[in-house]
């Protein structure tokens, strides 16, 4: 795949890293397909991506559901890469689990139907979570890509996000296991809480549940008395490139620099903006909660992949687009 940039198909293009990993292909030469769902009404502004450089004359868009993944196949079509980060994300349970993962898997299952006929894709790169890895029954202080969190804990304790978490769990399963059966070069990339920057329109979940101190429901964020890991949305963007370029890759990637408490976040924070007045967390108060692993990404950095991005840079980048926003 060094030979030249070709036409690569983006699901999920107006969320939070899709759109990233679009803003990135474009800057890097490539053609990109998008898929997006129908509106009639045309209410959707898609300026945000339709103005990138490059844009008018590399991106084109499709309309594709999750619900219809035969949908997809004219995105598919002529392209040599794949990526796939759409997902149906319902992390307060409002449907069923047991739809929410039908769909997530039939949806990724459709999907690579369509790239092993279209005769031209070379690799799929799929977007998993660090929530399909570290939902264990023993505690583990690291963990690499060889672990897989276990549904049944996850249905049986029902944490935050476990409809989520048992989702992408699945779905990643059948993903590797269609292209194990099928001969279909798949990658997966097993991001945790990314934060940063953003050019789509509405505040990300995850810069929102990154800051909650500043967004005034620090005693509401069911993860604020434990650490969790991070990771800057420009690295999750320039890592799919990375795995869609590598000469061969393999399996699955964590992709997770860091693991933090909101303690820390708040000193990082503080030290650098005087201006906002953080409140004190009831919850931070010689509360523990859960004392997740360190999700170790050697696997992804031994095959010459860097992160660019350290912790400061991380909440700095976050905190300036907010600003520039409007939203802080």
């Not at 005769?119 to 790169?125: E, G």
């Not at 804990?153 to 059966?181: C, D, H, M």
């Not at 990771?231 to 992709?255: M, Q, S, T």
Request: hydrophobic residues 40%; negative net charge; charged residues 25%.
């Amino acid at each position: 795949m060094a030979e030249g940039k070709g036409r690569v198909c983006v699901t999920g293009g107006t969320g939070f890293i899709g759109s990233w990993i679009i803003k990135t292909l474009l800057e890097d030469g490539y053609t990109v397909n998008t898929t997006v769902r129908a509106d009639p009404e045309k209410k959707r502004d898609l300026s945000f991506l339709t103005n990138l450089p490059g844009a008018s004359e590399k991106l084109k868009f499709f309309n594709a559901d999750l619900s219809n993944p035969e949908s997809f196949s004219a995105a598919i079509e002529g392209c040599v890469g794949i990526f796939h980060t759409a997902t149906p994300i319902d992390f307060e349970v409002n449907e069923p689990e047991e739809i929410v993962t039908k769909r997530t898997i039939d949806g990724a299952l459709g999907i690579l139907k369509a790239c092993k006929n279209s005769k031209t894709v070379k690799r799929v790169i799929y977007t998993s979570s660090a929530s399909a890895v570290f939902h264990q029954e023993k505690e583990e202080d690291v963990m690499d890509e060889c672990y897989w969190s276990d549904v049944n804990i996850l249905r049986n304790l029902k944490p935050f996000a476990w409809s989520y978490s048992v989702s992408k769990t699945l779905a990643e399963k059948a993903v590797l296991e269609f292209g194990q059966q099928h001969g279909l070069d798949i990658v997966t990339l097993i991001p945790s809480f990314v934060v940063g920057p953003f050019i789509c329109p509405k505040l990300p979940g995850s810069v929102y549940g990154s800051l909650p101190f500043l967004f005034g429901d620090i005693d509401q964020n069911p993860l604020i008395a434990s650490r969790i890991h991070m990771v800057h949305v420009d690295d999750v963007a320039r890592a799919h490139i990375f795995l869609l370029e590598h000469p061969n890759p393999k399996g699955r990637y964590n992709c997770s620099p860091f693991i933090i408490t909101f303690d820390e976040i708040i000193d990082i924070i503080s030290s650098k903006y005087s201006e906002f007045q953080i409140p004190k967390s009831k919850v931070l108060m010689g509360a523990k909660g859960p004392k997740l692993p360190h999700l170790t990404s050697e696997k992804i950095m031994n095959a010459g992949f860097e992160f660019k991005y350290n912790i400061e840079k991380m909440f700095e980048d976050t905190i300036e687009c907010c600003k520039e926003k409007g939203y802080l």
